[in-house]
């Protein structure tokens, strides 16, 4: 029979205390990782909600303003062309009836004369509003300089337009895009903004094409409306994700607005 001496003894003891101790840290660790990857899963999770929701949100921006767009141009064809097609239908009518003197039949083709290249005159509006032929025919180059000229022209604010990127007529799809985000930061800043002078410019950075808009208008702290973002700047987000370009808007009481986009 073998007996341990105490320095054994003592070798043993420290080897199962030393190992008991790994053991230890060993289950801790693995159970530190377990429970923070779990933490960091969970975080990625709700960050990927947040996402989906923000998509989501985007993307009944986009809905609710075609359904409006959809209500104005059915308004616009009813109150500005059916109605006056009817009285053209009302008159021709009368046209048809006997024994009408000629100078009834001057007076009512005369009305219908009118009636019918005001219904004209309107269409073209309602055609132009929906999608400007210049931009359709010569570019987004002409086509923002007719847009700053209307602006400039109707309503009391200066444009100052400089572009310094090449449009080609092959990109004019995406285009669309740019002139409709234009037209709306145009619109915020004499709507809301009350601006007497904005500035747009176009120039070529690392092969993009890259837009700053400034406003001189009222501003707004752009923190405290982010959660109410109207229709207006969701729109211009997701076109923005639709020309897979990046936006930074920036904004203060008094200090007016800038946005810098690139596509
Ligand atoms: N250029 C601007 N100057 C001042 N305020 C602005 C400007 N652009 C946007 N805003 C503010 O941001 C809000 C959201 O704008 P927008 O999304 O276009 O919605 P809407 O024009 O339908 O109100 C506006 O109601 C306004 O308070
Ligand atoms: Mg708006």
Redesign the pocket.
Known sequence: MLKNTPYEKEIVTIIFYTSGFFIVMAIVLVLFFYFSRKKITQKEIEKKDLEIQYQKELLSAVIITQEEERKRIAQDLHDDISSKLNIVALNSHLLTRPNLTDSEVLEITRNIIDLTSKALDNARKIAHGLLPPVLDKFGLHAGLQELCLEFSSLKDVEVHYNCNSNFSLLDNDRHLHVFRILQ?LMN??V???K?TTISILFEDINGFTNCTYT?N????EIES?ESK??????NIESRITFLKGTMVIQ?AVNKG?SVVFNF
């Open positions: 709306e915020n800043s709507r809301h903004g601006a406003d208008g009222v501003g707004f409306s973002k109207g229709l207006g700047l969701k904004s607005i």
